[in-house]
Every structure is written in C-alpha cells, then in structure tokens.
C-alpha cells in the first residue's frame, strides 16, 4: 500500500476528524513563521544588494553592518531551523507510527527559536551591533565599536534559539527511544544505535547481518540531530563567554585583559558553526531528498544499504573538515590545512555525490512520472547541491583558497547557491507535500503543475490544476 494511501487511511488519527490535531496545529506554526522569516531575510538581502550599489538614504555604514550580521542568522535559525525542526518533529513519530514524546517541549522550541531570532534581529536594529555572523574574537568584545547593551540582548537572543535546538534534540531522541504509555516495552538502545549507525557499522563485521530498527530517513533526521546538538552547545558557550565580557563592560569591570586565544576560539567557533553547513545541512537534505524520493515514486530506495552507510560516513566527515575556512588565515597550522581543508573536505563532494546519484537513481527507476510541484522542486534542490558543492570543493584547495577567499564567490556560487537553491528548493518541495497533510487536505490556493510525463526519452506535458496526490502504490 502506498504512503498516501496509508494517510487517507488516517493512520495515528490525523484524519479523525475536520480538526486540526496538536502535532498538526505545531507544525504549522514552525512552517509559516519559517517561510515568514524566510521572506525577511530575502527583504534584507535585496536592502544590502541596492546599498552596495547606491546608499539607500536612511541607512548609514553602521545599519548596514547590523543588518549583514543578522542576515544569515535569520535565514539560518528563524527561517530553516524553523522549517526543518518542524518537520521533523512531525515525520520522526509519524514514520515510526508512535506519538511524539513532547508537544509541550515542541511549543517550547517553537517560541525560542521565534522570539530568539526576533530578539538578536532586534538588538542588532537598534544598536547596530555588528561584529558579523561570524563573531571573531575580539570584534564581539569591542566596546570601541559596538554597545555593550546591545551585544549582550544580541546573545540572549542567539542563547534562546540555541536552548530551543536543545529542546529539538532531546524530542527527537526521546521520541525514537522511549516506549508510550501503555506499549510493549520497545528496546531503547538499539533502537538509538539503530538510528546514529552503530548497529549498520557493526553489520559490516557480522556474518548474521541485523534487520535495521529505524527506517533510513529516521537515520537520517537522527544523525543531523547529533550535529544539531554538538553545534548548540558550541554556539550556546561561545554565547556565553562574549556574554561575560558585555556583562563586564556593564558592571564597569575591564576584561579585556583576560587571555582568549584568538587562533583557538577561531578554530572552537568554526568547528562548532560548520556542524551546521556541512553536517547538518549536508545529512538532512540528503535525508529529505532519500524520503521525497520514496514519496513521489512509491518504491524503495535504489541503494538502501550504501545511502545509510554514507550518512554515517558524512557524520563522521562532518566533525572534521572545519580547517577549510580557516585556509587563508596564516597562523593555522599547515598540517590542518592539508588534511581537514583540503583531504577529508574533498570526502563532501563523494557523500554528496552518492545521495545525489541514489535520488536520481530512485525516481528515474519510477519513470514515467509527473512533474508535480514536489518534483519540480526536489530536482530543483538536486540542482543546487549539484552546483554549490563543487564550488565549495574548488575554494577549498590551498591555491584557488587565495584567490576565491573574501570575494563573491564564496557568497555566490557557494553559499547563496546552496541556501537559496539547494536547500530551499528541497524544504519547499517538503513543504508541498507536508501541506495538504498538515491541513487535512486543503488544495494549495492556484497551485499549477505543468507536468511532465517522462518516459524513455519522450517528454509529454499535460496543463492541470491542484496538487497531484496519486502516487503509485
């Protein structure tokens, strides 16, 4: 049976009734304040664009400055962190057939991460704290620059949003090992080896291999959650420490004085905000296109086994390859250069490369399909990934290093490539599908496919209307 025939089945009572269920209800808010947030930092984006060209009147360096600071931190937590722990919080349950452990931790997560972003935005709008998203020490501390007032609700604000990722953390892993009330007991451990990849990792050394307890886009969602996790509690105590020295500032206490190593709080930072783009963005997405992939088809994943060895792998790779934005700075020991920026980064292009060849693999095994809204942004998402992680490869090579570093390619074809196109395609075509389940089936207002039949090499496009909801059992 297929997965769409399971929902109009109503499995776990999301179909009971015309109202709309908690999980439902929370879900939502994560995905309309994430497309809301969405929408801000492209408004800032195109504010930063015009003044690059023209002074806007009314913005002066300092406002500029700010609004680059909380530019990618919107789009990074208010935007997708809110889409992505949304859905998550709602596919790892509904995958598993088990309710989630907390809505009541998930409202928590949702008003953090809402009211975090919200805060940092604002203390950066009005005290034009700027020391860019990157905070390097000591420019987070320079009270010549900025207002000690102003960095110190900036923190807060950055604080919140890393407490509610905590909270996402806990949820995720309680949910996938915890037993509901009135169950048979479930076994919690391997179910949690299940998931991380210890259990898979130990199949290679078995002769009796073991059936895998979490299917493979919970494995997924659970080993970015592991770099959700490392990240937080990095960006939660590098907070804190900057928060110290505004508190001092404050109080009219000088700590400035006091010893930071500035290599070694650049190398803490970076390791701890590179869990993001290259961990937990890289192991998602693949996740999600591995679950798009099986949604629209209908059928298993082409390489099941290798798919969920490579997001062990890509785990592994992502808690080592931090050196490669640290390649222009010349205090950075070479042998960090070498074999973090360039060696193991270079591991990014062949884990990527899989998902990206299993996806395709998956829906070309399913031909011929329609050209759904889902599908048009899936390989939209393929598209970007495809483009912006070569790039990110080619930056990371000691040579081109000099010349590609602090110059629009790395905002261009490589960042900007993969958010905008990359990961933000692949959370819309989610989005297309998570809606109409979200609201009990409600038609996305004029939402037009033009689809494609694809079937050996002849194209044949069909004009409709609505969200098609046919997919083969």
């Not at 530019?71 to 989630?100: E, Q």
Request: net charge positive; with cysteine.
């Amino acid at each position: 049976m297929s997965f769409i025939h399971t929902l109009i089945k109503g499995e776990q009572g999301l179909f009971k009734s015309n109202s709309l269920t908690s999980m439902q209800k929370i879900t939502l808010r994560f995905v309309v304040v994430g497309l809301l947030f969405y929408g801000f930092a492209v408004i800032e984006g195109m504010i930063m664009r015009i003044y690059e060209v023209q002074p806007i009147p009314g913005i002066n360096t300092d406002q500029f400055f700010a609004i680059l600071t909380a530019h990618p931190l919107v789009g990074i937590f208010g935007s997708t962190y809110s889409i992505v722990f949304g859905a998550f919080l709602f596919l790892v349950p509904f995958l598993m057939k088990k309710p989630l452990w907390s809505i009541k931790l998930a409202n928590w997560t949702f008003l953090l991460i809402t009211f975090g972003t919200l805060t940092f935005w604002g203390a950066g709008f009005i005290s034009h704290y700027a020391p860019l998203y990157t905070l390097y020490w000591p420019l987070p501390a320079d009270f010549s620059q900025f207002s000690p007032l102003g960095g110190a609700i900036f923190i807060i604000g950055i604080a919140l949003v890393m407490v509610g990722a905590v909270f996402f953390v806990i949820n995720i892993f309680k949910t996938i090992a915890y037993t509901p009330e009135g169950w048979e007991k479930q076994p919690s451990k391997a179910l949690l080896a299940s998931a991380i990849g210890l259990s898979g990792f130990k199949n290679l050394f078995r002769k009796n291999k073991k059936e895998h307890l979490v299917s493979l886009p919970v494995a997924a969602i659970a080993r970015g959650t592991v770099d959700t996790a490392l990240n937080a509690g990095i960006i939660l105590f590098t907070g804190v420490l900057i928060l110290v020295y505004m508190v001092g500032a404050l109080i009219g206490c000088d700590l400035k004085e006091s010893a930071i190593d500035a290599l070694l709080y650049k190398n803490w930072f970076w390791w701890g905000l590179d869990l993001i783009a290259d961990g937990l963005v890289l192991i998602f997405v693949a996740g999600t296109w591995y679950l798009l992939a099986t949604l629209i088809t209908g059928k298993k994943l082409f390489m099941q086994n290798i798919a969920r060895a490579a997001l062990f792998l890509e785990l592994v790779v992502s808690w080592t390859v931090w050196s490669h934005h640290l390649m222009s700075d010349q205090a950075q020991p070479a042998i960090l250069k070498v074999v973090s920026g360039e060696m193991v980064t270079a591991f990014e292009l062949i884990t990527q490369g899989l998902a990206f060849f299993i996806t395709l693999a998956t829906l070309w095994s399913a031909r011929p399909l329609k050209m759904t809204n889902e599908l048009k942004f899936l390989l939209g998402g393929l598209l970007g990934f495809a483009l912006a992680v070569p790039a990110g490869i080619v930056q990371a090579d000691l040579g081109l290093n000099r010349i590609l570093h602090n110059t629009q390619w790395v905002v261009g074809p490589h960042v900007h490539v993969a958010i905008l196109v990359g990961l933000a395609m692949t959370l819309y075509s989610a989005i297309y599908i998570l809606l109409p389940i979200l609201t009990n089936g409600a038609k996305l207002y004029r939402a037009r496919n033009l689809p494609i039949s694809i079937s050996g090499h002849t194209l044949s496009v069909v004009s409709e209307w609505g969200l098609l909801w046919a997919w083969p059992a």
